[in-house]
């Protein structure tokens, strides 16, 4: 993730916070579409889940500019959403059912740059809370692989996210 990611992303965010209600409703149908094993894993109002996840996605995009900021406030998310049940392979559909989403909220706006970009802030977001969960759970092992090959990802973003992780060394 560079400089250009984080603006990229920030002014991209600022189009989708006035949508916010109809973007998060668009993330869950992605998400339960992509991975229906996941719906379980939400109880209550899903309403009040979206707005949770909006503010949340919010904060992470308004803090990139403050890494060290931001970085304990994901670990803590991530120990809390291990807590929930959520798994490692959980993170894949997540960002493809992400991506959809921000594809439907900007249409021609949501260039291949700027899912690159979102890929990259992604990625971060996603290592560190699976990071801090693992952690958490004393499991944490080095060098494994955060985004594994799978044989049927969930969807193209699903395989960019994969192909990104895999390829993010070189």
């Known amino acids: 993730m560079n400089s250009d990611d984080v603006c990229a992303v920030q002014q991209s965010w600022k189009e989708v916070v006035p949508i916010a209600a109809t973007a998060a409703?668009?993330?869950?149908?992605?998400?339960?579409?992509?991975?229906?094993?996941?719906?379980?894993?939400?109880?209550?109002?899903?309403?009040?889940?979206?707005?949770?996840?909006?503010?949340?996605?919010?904060?992470?995009?308004?803090?990139?500019?403050?890494?060290?900021?931001?970085?304990?406030?994901?670990?803590?998310?991530?120990r809390r959403h291990a807590g929930y049940g959520v798994k490692d392979h959980h993170y894949e559909s997540v960002a493809a059912a992400l991506l959809a989403t921000l594809s439907q909220s900007l249409g021609g706006n949501f260039t291949p740059a700027l899912k690159r970009s979102w890929i990259h802030v992604y990625d971060l977001i996603a290592n560190t809370m699976m990071a801090a969960a693992h952690a958490e759970s004393a499991s944490l092992h080095a060098g494994a692989a955060i985004f594994p090959d799978r044989n049927s990802p969930a969807s193209d973003a699903a395989a960019t996210v994969t192909d990104f992780a895999r390829n993010r060394s070189r």
């Open 25 to 78: 409703e668009l993330f869950y149908k992605n998400l339960f579409s992509l991975d229906p094993g996941l719906e379980p894993l939400f109880r209550g109002d899903m309403k009040e889940q979206g707005e949770k996840l909006m503010t949340m996605i919010g904060v992470a995009v308004n803090k990139l500019d403050d890494i060290d900021a931001l970085l304990p406030v994901l670990s803590n998310l991530g």
